[in-house]
C-alpha cells in the first residue's frame, strides 16, 4: 500500500494520469481532516451500499401485505421500524426506497448541472448578444414553479419517476447555468486564456479545456449540496401523487400515504422521513467539505 | 541618541504551519533587537520576513504557531499577552503599513471614517475633535487637500494617496514602534521616492522604531539604519546599511551583484550561487 | 529592415460609457533582432500596446504592420506562428489544472504539428528545467519555474518576434538575473526579435537596444542604450524617471 502511496506523492510525475491521481489522492487527505465531511460522505456510502444490496439487507420483501400485521410499532420483533397500513415492514421498504433516490439524484445530477455548465460557459464566453439570449432563456426557466411544471407534464405525459425527475431536472439547471456564467466571467480576462487564445485555439477548444475545468469546483459543490433539495422536492411530488407511483416505496409517497395515521402511528411517516433528513444532511455536510477541498481560493499557490 | 533598553527585542522567534503534508516552518529562529532606529529586514520571497513582522504583532492564526524564548515591546511580554492586552497595543504602540492600499483599506468606508475609527471607538474622542486630528495626519502626509480626501473612498485614490493615507491611519495613535512591510513596492519609482520621504521625515520627527520590510535590498540599504538579511527563515547576516557595500556573507554578496544597473555590463547577471552550505541548512 | 510597425496607434477602452485613450497617438518601429524597450509608470500604456499587437485591444486609429504586412483581424493562425507573448505574472499565466506537458503541447496541438513528446522535452531544457517537471502542475513549481514554463510555451511555435510583459517584475531578485540571462541567451541562439515592457529602468537598459519612455499614453522619448547610460535624455519626465530610479541604485563612489 505505501508503494501505491509513494507512487501517489511522487514530487515528478511521469504522466498525465498520475499526476491527476496524485492531486485527487492529496484532495481526499484534506478531506479527510475534515470530520463532517468524512461523516457526510459516509452517511452518502451508506446510501449507495443500502441501495446496492437491498435485496440482501432487507429482511422482507417490501411489497408483500400482510393485513393481519398492519400498524405494529417500531421494535416489534422481525419489524425493526414497524410496519405500515399494509401491513409492510418499513425497514425494508425504506431500504428499496433507497435505490428510488438514488435513481432520481443520479439522474439529475448527470443532466441538469452539464446542461447548466455548457448554457453558462458559452454565455460567459461570448457575451454580447449570445449571453443576453441565452441568460433570458435562462430567467424563463428559473421562473418556473417546479411543481406547476411536474403537473403540466404529468397531465401530458402521466406520472411516474422519469417524469418526475425531467421536471425536477429542467428547473434544476438555471441555477448551475449562472454558477458557470460567473466563473466564466472571472476566468475569461485571465493570462492563461489569452495565452491559449495568442496561440490560434478556437472558442471551443478553450473553453472545453480552459473554462470549463475552473467552474467544475463550483459546479460539483453546487451539485452536492443541492442533492438534499431534489430529494425533497422529489419526495414532495412523491407526497402529492406527481411522481412514483404506489406501490413503489418511495420515501415521500411512504410520508404521503401514513399522513392518516400520524397521531397514532406515527412511525409510518416519521421513518421514511428521517431517512430523507439523513440523507439529505449527509449530502449537505460532504458539499460544505467539498467546497474547502475544491475552492480554489483556498487550496493555496 | 541610544536607548538603555530597546523598544522590541526579539529572542529565537520561530513561525510553523501545519499542512496536511507536515510542518512549514516559516521562521526558524530569528533575533533581533531594536532600539528607536530603523531596521531594515531584507529577504526574498518565501525568506520569512513577512511572517517576522505579523508574529511581532501576533497576527499569526492558526494553522500558524508562534513560538520565541522571548519577545519584549518596552517591557511588555508579548509572548504572554492575552488577546485583550494585543488589541489595546496593535494601533495604539505598534503600527503596520502594508504594500496595497487596495487591499488594506476598507472599499467601502469612506477615508475619513477609517481614520476616526480608532479615535472614536478606542480612546472615546468625539466627532469633531476626531475630524479635527484626521486632518492633521493627512496634512502631516503632505496631502494637499484633505478635507477632499476625507470624504472620498479608498478605490478613488491613485496609490500613492492611497499609501499616504494609510501611513497616515497608522500614526493618528502616535505608535513607539511602526512595522511596514513592503510600504513602496506596488507604487510607481516616482511617487515611491515621496512616499519614502514622508515616512523618513515622520519616523525621525516622532523618533518611533520602524522595521521596514522589503525585498529591495538597495532601496532598504538608502532607508534603514540596520540591515537584517534573511533568507528561508533565518537571518544570514545583520550589517549596518552603510556597510553594506562590504557584506561578507555570499547571499547578501550575491543579492547586490545579481540585480541589472543602468549603465552597467551587458554580458549574464551573476546569479546567486546556491551551493554553499548556508543554503543547504535551509531545509533543517 | 523594420519587423514590427507602429504607426500614430490609438487605443479606446469604454469604462462605464466614458472614452479611456489608454494608448495616444504613438509610433515605434522595431529592427530585425533589435530589443526594443517600453517604460513607463502605471496608466502609461506600454502594456496596452503589446495586447493592440495581439489583437486583444480595441485600437480606434493607426496601424500595425509586421513585416511590411498590414495584420488581419482577427489575426489568425499565421499570426501566432511569428508573434508569441510572455506574460507578467508567472502564477497567472499557466492554467492551474493543466499539467506542464499539456501547457507545452497545447499549441502543437492547436497547430497540428507532430512530435510534440520530443518538442517538449527539448522545450524543458533549452529553458533549463529539468525534464522530470514535465508533469507538476503551476502550483508545484516556484514563481521562476514557472516563468521558465511560460518562455518555453511562447517558443514552441518557433516565432521571430517575443512580446515580453513585465516579465520578471514578479520575481525574485535573484531569480530574475536567471531569467534575463535565459532570454538574452535564447534571443541569440534563435536571432529573436524582442519587445519588452518594464518599469524598471535597470533591466531595460541591461536587455534593450533602444528604449521608448511613454507617460500616460503618450510616447515621450526614445532613447538609445548609449543615450539612457550616459542620462542624456532631453525630456523632464524621462529625466525624474532616471533619478528616481538611479537614486536607489547604490552608486560605486557611495559610502565605500
Not at chain 1, 455548465?117 to 435562462?138: E, H, K, Q
Not at chain 2, 496593535?90 to 472599499?107: A, E, F, T, W
Not at chain 3, 493562425?77 to 511569428?82: I, L, M, N, V
Not at chain 3, 518538442?119 to 521558465?148: C, I, M, N, W
Request: hydrophobic share 45%; with cysteine; aromatic share 6%.
Amino acid at each position: 500500500m505505501s508503494t501505491l502511496t509513494a507512487w501517489l506523492t511522487d514530487p515528478n510525475p511521469s504522466s498525465r494520469r498520475q499526476a491527476k491521481l496524485g492531486q485527487m489522492w492529496l484532495a481526499w487527505l484534506r478531506i479527510r481532516r475534515n470530520r463532517l465531511a468524512m461523516a457526510g460522505l459516509v452517511i452518502v456510502a451508506l446510501l449507495l451500499i443500502a441501495a446496492a444490496f437491498a435485496p440482501w439487507l432487507a429482511p422482507h420483501d417490501p411489497y408483500m401485505q400482510d393485513l393481519s400485521r398492519r400498524l405494529l410499532p417500531p421494535g416489534t420483533p422481525g419489524n425493526l421500524l414497524g410496519t405500515d397500513d399494509f401491513g409492510r415492514d418499513i425497514l425494508s421498504r425504506i431500504l428499496y426506497g433507497s435505490r428510488i433516490t438514488l435513481y432520481i439524484v443520479a439522474l439529475v445530477a448527470v443532466t441538469a448541472p452539464v446542461l447548466g455548465l455548457l448554457v453558462g460557459t458559452v454565455a460567459g464566453y461570448f457575451g454580447g448578444w449570445v449571453d443576453a439570449v441565452l441568460m433570458r432563456i435562462t430567467d424563463i426557466f428559473l421562473a418556473f414553479p417546479r411543481l406547476i411544471l411536474a403537473l403540466a407534464l404529468v397531465a401530458v405525459l402521466g406520472p411516474g419517476v422519469e417524469n418526475a425527475v425531467l421536471a425536477i431536472a429542467l428547473t434544476a439547471w438555471p441555477p448551475y447555468a449562472r454558477v458557470a456564467r460567473a466563473e466564466t466571467l472571472t476566468v475569461r480576462n485571465s493570462d492563461y486564456i489569452a495565452a491559449v487564445r495568442l496561440q490560434g485555439a478556437s472558442a471551443p477548444r478553450i473553453i472545453a479545456g480552459h473554462v470549463v475545468p475552473m467552474c467544475l469546483p463550483s459546479v460539483i459543490i453546487r451539485v452536492t449540496l443541492d442533492m438534499a433539495g431534489v430529494i425533497l422536492i422529489a419526495a414532495g411530488l412523491g407526497f402529492l401523487g406527481l411522481g412514483v407511483q404506489p406501490p413503489l416505496p418511495e420515501w415521500g409517497l411512504m410520508i404521503s400515504s401514513g399522513r392518516q395515521y400520524l397521531f397514532e402511528h406515527w412511525w409510518v411517516s416519521t421513518m421514511p422521513g428521517l431517512a430523507i433528513f439523513i440523507v439529505s444532511l449527509g449530502f449537505n455536510l460532504l458539499g460544505d467539505g467539498l467546497r474547502d477541498v475544491l475552492d480554489p481560493r483556498s487550496s493555496g499557490k | 541618541m541610544t536607548d538603555a533598553k530597546p523598544l522590541l527585542q526579539v529572542e529565537n522567534l520561530r513561525v510553523t504551519f501545519e499542512t496536511e503534508t507536515g510542518p512549514v516552518k516559516a521562521v526558524r529562529g530569528v533575533s533581533f533587537s531594536l532600539g528607536r532606529e530603523r531596521l531594515g529586514i531584507v529577504g526574498e520571497s518565501g525568506s520569512g520576513k513577512t511572517m517576522t513582522g505579523r508574529a511581532v504583532l501576533r497576527l499569526i492564526r492558526p494553522p500558524g504557531r508562534v513560538e520565541a524564548d522571548s519577545m519584549i515591546f518596552d517591557g511588555q511580554d508579548l509572548m504572554a499577552a492575552s488577546d485583550r492586552e494585543m488589541r489595546a497595543l496593535r494601533g495604539q504602540r505598534i503600527g503596520m503599513v502594508m504594500q496595497d492600499p487596495k487591499y488594506s483599506l476598507n472599499p467601502v468606508m469612506n477615508v475619513g471614517d477609517q481614520l476616526t475609527e480608532g479615535l472614536r471607538q478606542r480612546d472615546r474622542i468625539g466627532r469633531v475633535e476626531a475630524r479635527a486630528k484626521a486632518i492633521a495626519a493627512l496634512e502631516a502626509v503632505h496631502i494637499r487637500d484633505p478635507e477632499r480626501v476625507m470624504d472620498a473612498f479608498p478605490h478613488e485614490l491613485s496609490g500613492g494617496m492611497g499609501q499616504r493615507v494609510m501611513i497616515a491611519m497608522m500614526l493618528i495613535p502616535e505608535p513607539d514602534l511602526l512595522i511596514a512591510d513592503e510600504p513602496t513596492s506596488a507604487l510607481d519609482v516616482t511617487v515611491q521616492a515621496e512616499v519614502l520621504s514622508i515616512l523618513d521625515n515622520l519616523v525621525r520627527d516622532r523618533g518611533m522604531g520602524l522595521i521596514f520590510i522589503s525585498h529591495d535590498l538597495r532601496l532598504v540599504s538608502r532607508f534603514c539604519d540596520r540591515v537584517l538579511v534573511m533568507y528561508k527563515g533565518q537571518v544570514v547576516e545583520e550589517i549596518a546599511a552603510g556597510d553594506l557595500l562590504a557584506a561578507k556573507h555570499p547571499y547578501t554578496q550575491g543579492l547586490l551583484n545579481c540585480l541589472p544597473r543602468i549603465g552597467g555590463a551587458r554580458g549574464p547577471l551573476p546569479g546567486l550561487d546556491r551551493s554553499g552550505d548556508w543554503a543547504k541548512d535551509a531545509t533543517a | 529592415m523594420s519587423l514590427i510597425e507602429v504607426e500614430n496607434l490609438t487605443v479606446t477602452f469604454r469604462v462605464k460609457g466614458r472614452a479611456v485613450q489608454a494608448v495616444q497617438d504613438v509610433s515605434l518601429s522595431v529592427d530585425l533582432r533589435e530589443s526594443y524597450g517600453l517604460v513607463g509608470e502605471s496608466g502609461s500604456g506600454k502594456s496596452t500596446i503589446l495586447r493592440a499587437i495581439c489583437g486583444m485591444a480595441p485600437v480606434t486609429a493607426g496601424t500595425i504592420r509586421i513585416d511590411g504586412e498590414t495584420l488581419p483581424t482577427p489575426r489568425g493562425r499565421a499570426f501566432s506562428r511569428q508573434v508569441q507573448m510572455v506574460f507578467q505574472d508567472p502564477y497567472a499565466s499557466l492554467h492551474p489544472r493543466h499539467t506542464i506537458d499539456r501547457t507545452l503541447s497545447e499549441p502543437l496541438a492547436i497547430h497540428g504539428l507532430p512530435g510534440s513528446d520530443a518538442k517538449v522535452v527539448k522545450a524543458l531544457e533549452d529553458v533549463g528545467l529539468p525534464t522530470s517537471f514535465r508533469f507538476r502542475y503551476p502550483h508545484q513549481l516556484s514563481g521562476g519555474q514557472r516563468q521558465r514554463v511560460a518562455i518555453a510555451r511562447a517558443l514552441m511555435l518557433e516565432p521571430s518576434i517575443l512580446l515580453l510583459d513585465e516579465p520578471t517584475s514578479a520575481l525574485d531578485a535573484s531569480v530574475q538575473a536567471e531569467v534575463l540571462n535565459l532570454l538574452n541567451r535564447l534571443r541569440e541562439e534563435r536571432g529573436l526579435t524582442f519587445l519588452m515592457v518594464s518599469h524598471d529602468l535597470a533591466v531595460i537598459d541591461h536587455m534593450c537596444d533602444r528604449v521608448l519612455v511613454m507617460q500616460n499614453g503618450r510616447a515621450v522619448e526614445e532613447l538609445s542604450r548609449d543615450a539612457l547610460a550616459s542620462a542624456q535624455m532631453t525630456t523632464d519626465y524621462a529625466r525624474s524617471l532616471f533619478d528616481a530610479s538611479a537614486d536607489r541604485m547604490l552608486a560605486p563612489a557611495r559610502g565605500a
